[in-house]
């Protein structure tokens, strides 16, 4: 095993497209596909970059869309592809191993979620098993394109629309998402502007319907009007159209109305590039992601993949069903934001039938309160589903929500996990369940984010210790020890403790990862046994 954690982040990313040469290759030797994919912006994305690129090989492929896999998709799935064809899963399969493995197919795994369990896919590309972070350093869609990009160089022009998946899925141009905009800059199918990271549409319409930024001025039309004369701005011109001075006028305006949250996320999401899709039919990405993002019903799936495939005659009817979803969210967060209530750790609405968790979750974290991470808890069908958010700024303090919701939610019978960033997860029905659900949530948020997580935390703790031992020659072994423990100093995690002494070294490990275990377990060992090696090839010499 290699191991990815002294790697500088360049050699990562190396290792990352070596998986997706790999699943290219092996994508290529089949000639029947069933597609399966996410269906939010990042997987409907990814969906449009492998269509593209197997269409392109002579691969005949079937797609289905799914909000989450289980046991149902599962057997659905087995009942609609028969057994040799190749099953690839974009933006989804990573979490579940266990039921993805009741399926024959051969299976390739274009994901960015935390891997959960023993995958039974021939061929995964993981920014995580790598060492990349799955969160904000490479989507779903980044990584379809990697795999389409090493299937074929001309599919280089999908770029574009792995672009849009990364920002659909709110993440940073850092590491593989920078590499992959790099290469859409150069391909000339995406252009970039500084300036306010909204869709195109005339200034007015812009704030009456964006919830990204999310100001005190969204959607209240004479505070928009006051806001734009101070400016002198036309209200009813395009944003697109503003002068470079123009822009940077309304941007220092916004960001002056986000000074007091003191959110670098906030800033983040307002002020900063705008990326053009050159070969796209909707060419804002914001535009594009948002639509995207607006689907719920399989007509939408159906539109949005036919927009990113180039047909412009759905275009009008994917607009006109984003922009009412836009004013009807705008109306939400106004109802439903001021009902947030707050514990010592964390911050929480809970509700019933409430629309758009997930967004709500956002604006509350960004625009409200970014101090605590955030719970959206939804009761709806007989479920409350839970949305989770934090900040990067509480991410370095220690916070991880998908340890910290998967173990609250467990607690109390329920279930959960996602990214540290942000998680989800189900509670049986009853503001009781929630109420014990917070308490344990906020005692654990609290931990992590004190640094106590390991001592306090009911979080998973895992610990064990190797022996190599020797205690014929206890001398020579004591020797042959210490090489072996000064040969490994420089892999060694924190958490680990050697030992040498009586015949024989030990090491200790102690971990909340069972992959730095695995990882450091597997260096140990190919360390030994390369030891051994050298022993019995100086042994014969004399
Ligand atoms: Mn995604």
Redesign the pocket.
Known sequence: MVNYQSMPESEKVRHLKKHADSAARFIKQHSHVGLVT?N?S??LTSAAIMIQALKREGITYYHKIFPKLDASVVSYLASCFPEDFLLIFC?IGSGQSEFLSALPNPMVILD??VPVGKTPAKVVVNPMNVGLEGSYMI??AGVSYLTARAMRDENVDLSSLAVA?IIG?RQLMVAANADILAQAKEAGVVVSRRGLKVGDGALFDVFMRTTEPYLDITGKPDEIRSFLSALNLDENKNIHDLTDDEMNHLCDAVLKKLEPLDSPDAVEAAVGDIYYLKNQVVENVFDLAGILDSCNKDDDFEAAIALCLGDSSVLNKCFENYRVIQETLVKNLAAVLPTAQSCSNVSYIYGKDLHSAGNISTTYIRYVNPSKPFVCLNENDGVTRISSRGTRGLIKQGLDLSVAVKTAAESVGGSGGGHNIASGGLLPPGKETVDAFMEMLNEIVGAQLSGNSQKTGPVVHISGTIRFIDENEAEIADRVSEKLVTALAPDNLYGTKTTIGGGYAEVFIETDKIGSLTATADDLLMNADGAVRVKKASDKKK
Do not use: K, Q, V, W
């Open positions: 996410h939010d990042d997987g933006d960015h979620h989507s779903g998946g899925d």
